[in-house]
């Protein structure tokens, strides 16, 4: 069926000088047919914008050449950033992946629908995935790489929870949650010959491994599809020799598509190939693995974005990057080298440290190059970012969306949020305001209170000085986590 969709943003100069994105809506009205011959628009003639969400998995907010990284090189990154727009604050919805990746699929805290950490819960059927959302759109949909939002397999013993029968119940593979093409596992590989158990020295490796032999995961493609070739050398590079050719096929059937690419990298156990260590020969071989393994990321990244060019689809591809949680690791030491860039905390916690992540969206021709974002923005917001821009009532869904759409920030529109950004995880609670933010270690403790515009280290509780926006905040989200508790009874399906 014919789609009523304005295709896409049109670049308008404003007073102040930056360009303003005009947001997807739908030609259904005469007002809407005029507005679109005003700007030039021929419906027939335009196709929705592809959409590719691409994820790395434990990187910190300091891993990036473009946010001053003392060594390590991601110059593709580091393209895409001044070709797009950086969101300054941006967040992960949780400090741990799994939870964090359930937010992107739906929108919504992952507490809603039962994911409440790394190994816990599923996607469920109730559940709008975002593959299911923008098929209403006639996308092609595809997912490569890590999954680790359900099993993919009861029969087969595979990785965490594959294959175990306690575990049959979280069975919730991409090609039964809207993807047409997958290329995935259930969660961490080694990221360099994923198959194979590495040495010890690369961390994380269960003693029930043998080095050098199957690291008792595989990658799906489907029911009963493990794939067995091409699973050598870097593993960020075997992930894209799936994604890329789903892409060339998409645009050569002319059909818009959703390509999610989510990375092992640099989640443990981490080891690289002796070509990207070259770089980084004068530091240590902990340092060398690491930052060779972002290097290898960076290198798939600008493979991506050259194949957009090549396949002519750059101008019509909104490509969005982060990481799913901050750095691994107690501290910077071993194989765990990442970097918060002086904030507080680490993976698992909500501290900034743990959940302030990179943050990129690209659209050429469409975002002013240069672009910063000061407003707080979560991996959430994907979700109702993407429906705006494809004309998608979330009204229609009847149930509570956690995001809100980030083009207004993106185009200048907006520069504050109004809606706070809510997190609840591990009995860690903590909402982020524009200026300010709360932080309970637990239902026992008292609840913290920072001004994180000027204090993004949180070094000073300001509870007892400012105990009228303390209370404004907890206010806030003892209503949201009121909401989080109905949804997770079945309230919203």
Known sequence: MKMNVLRKFIGIKTTTGLL?????????????????????????????????????????????????????LTPNLDKMAANGAVFERFYAA??????????VMTGRHPLRYGICHANCGHIKQEEITLAELVKERGYATGHFGKWHIGTLTRD?????????????????????????????TESKVPT??????????????????????????????GPGEIVTDNLE???????????????????????????IIWFHTPHLPVLTGEE??????????????????????DLQVGRLRDKLEDLGVAENTVLFYTSDNGPEGKSVTGRTQGLTKGLRGRKRSLYEGGVRVPGIVEWKGKITPGTKITAPSFTSDYFP???????????????????????????????????????????????????????????????????????????????????????EMVSYWKNWNESVESSSTGEDY
């Not at 013993?157 to 290329?183: E, H, I, T």
Request: hydrophobic share 35%; with cysteine.
């Open 276 to 297: 990207y260590k070259k770089p980084y020969a004068e530091l240590s071989e902990d340092q060398q693995n690491y930052y060779g393994v972002m290097t290898a990321l």
């Open 20 to 72: 303003v994105l005009v947001a997807a809506v739908l030609l259904g009205s005469c007002e809407n047919a005029t507005k679109s011959e005003t700007l030039g628009l021929q419906e027939e003639e335009e196709m929705p914008p592809n959409i590719i969400l691409l994820m790395a998995d434990d990187q910190g907010w300091g891993d990036t050449g473009y946010n001053g990284h003392p060594d390590l």
């Open 233 to 259: 050398g870097d593993d960020s590079r075997v992930i894209m020799d799936w994604a890329i050719p789903f892409i060339e096929n998409s645009v050569n059937q002319k059909k818009p598509f959703l390509t």
């Open 192 to 221: 360099w010959n994923p198959m194979i158990t590495p040495p010890k020295s690369a961390e994380d490796v269960s003693d029930k491994l043998v080095e050098g032999e199957s690291f008792q995961t595989f990658y799906w493609t």
């Open 156 to 184: 087969t013993l595979d990785a965490n929870r594959g294959g175990q029968a306690k575990f049959d119940g979280d069975y919730a593979p991409p090609w039964d949650n809207g993807f047409d093409v997958s290329f995935v």
């Open 385 to 471: 970012t993407i429906a705006k821009l494809l004309g998608i009532d979330l009204k229609t869904k009847n149930r509570p969306y956690d995001g809100v759409d980030l083009f207004p920030f993106i185009s200048g529109e907006k520069t504050q949020r109004e809606q706070p950004l809510a997190f609840d995880y591990q009995l860690q609670s903590a909402l982020i305001s524009e200026d300010y933010k709360i932080y309970r270690e637990n239902p026992s403790s008292e609840f913290e209170l920072y001004n994180i515009s000027v204090d993004p280290g949180e070094t000073r509780n300001l509870a007892k000085e400012e105990q009228g926006k303390l209370q």
């Open 94 to 103: 949780a400090p741990v992946c799994s939870p964090t990746r359930g937010t």
